[in-house]
């Protein structure tokens, strides 16, 4: 049977704020509020995951910056204030981002960039591993090619290890190749110990959580798709768009909408390699682009949010505000109070 990790089973992304931003203090300082925390916390969820980049905690010489700490204990404490617990994302290291965009270079090939991440760490845990379980590290957000597998697997190793000498019952997030995929975590590490999570993210099927999203290769921005469709219609355009086969979809029938039957297929084998190794699951990010319908979007949410009920497995939905996905943005308003209980 799969553990379950107790707190963190519904929350939301906090993308766009300390992450993906300009860096600015006007943007630390505005774009999420202490109100926020309320409202998340009214909405009945039990944690937020906090993306952070480099840029907030270090210099360009990589010296740790305290400025950027206490904007991170601030949030700690607005979440015990609310009852909240944290995930701590580091969403991009310096040498490395799931965003090529970003032109991060170097990090799975190079010491010095590595033992930068290591020491990083440790003085994140040396700040925020004292809270028990109310605060979680996410090690390295979405790493990308199948060929840093082998490498980030002894990275991650390594960098446990320096936690652990400094926070050692926190609780660990690591998340595989092709952005967290399901498809990866067979290839990810055995556990260190118990306190390591397996992470992954989830936005299948693409063709509908990204449609005509700029930055998706080959993408028609003018695309669109809706979950009122039948499940041999999706098929085709994701057949058509990837060009291969998708197999993901056997079994189903063709002439149905998509339903919870098609991520309880996705979600499997991430249970089965979890089962077999002991070790939590957890889905840190999911949602729909706006460019979608919003009732098409709360579809999507029903059904997935009914996989993971089924299977137990906690998840922050991607994001709270903005991002191409906010929840709270006003194309959501009429769909929203249908969407939380699911969250």
């Not at 390594?158 to 067979?186: E, F």
């Not at 249970?271 to 682009?289: D, Q, S, T």
Request: aromatic share 14%.
């Amino acid at each position: 049977m799969l553990k379950i990790w107790k707190g963190y089973q519904h929350g939301v992304d906090l993308g766009g704020w300390f992450s993906q931003c300009d860096h600015t203090r006007q943007r630390y300082d505005t774009f999420i509020t202490r109100e926020d925390f309320a409202v998340i916390a009214s909405w009945g969820l039990d944690h937020v995951r906090l993306p952070v980049d480099y840029e907030l905690v270090e210099d360009a010489e990589g010296r740790f910056l305290e400025e950027g700490a206490e904007r991170i204990r601030r949030v700690v404490e607005a979440c015990g204030e609310e009852k909240l617990n944290l995930v701590l994302d580091l969403h991009k290291a310096r040498g490395f981002s799931f965003d090529a965009g970003e032109a991060e270079e170097g990090f799975f090939d190079s010491g010095d960039l590595q033992e930068r991440f290591y020491r990083l760490w440790e003085e994140l845990a040396k700040r925020f591993g004292g809270y028990g379980d109310r605060v979680a590290f996410e090690l390295l957000n979405e790493v990308t090619d199948q060929a840093y597998s082998e490498k980030w697997n002894r990275i991650a190793d390594k960098c446990i290890g320096r936690i652990r000498a400094i926070a050692p019952d926190t609780c660990i997030l690591v998340g595989g190749y092709w952005n967290n995929s399901i498809d990866a975590l067979p290839d990810l590490a055995l556990p260190r110990d118990e306190g390591v999570i397996y992470n992954f993210h989830c936005y299948d099927p693409m063709i509908f959580t990204h449609q005509g999203a700029p930055w998706v290769r080959g993408m028609d921005p003018a695309f669109r798709f809706s979950l009122t469709q039948p499940v041999k219609k999706l098929r085709e355009e994701t057949e058509r768009f990837f060009g291969k086969p998708a197999p993901e979809f056997d079994g189903l029938d063709p002439e149905k909408p998509l339903g919870a039957d098609y991520f309880e297929r996705r979600m499997e084998k991430a249970v089965r390699v979890a089962e077999e190794r002991g070790v939590r699951l957890y889905c840190g990010e999911y949602g729909v682009i706006d460019r979608a319908d919003p009732l098409d979007a709360a579809r999507w949410y029903g059904a997935i949010s009914q996989a993971f009920d089924h299977f137990g497995i906690g998840r922050a939905a991607w994001s709270y505000r903005q991002m191409d996905f906010g929840l709270t943005d006003a194309h959501m308003k009429d769909a929203l109070p249908g969407i939380l209980p699911l969250l």
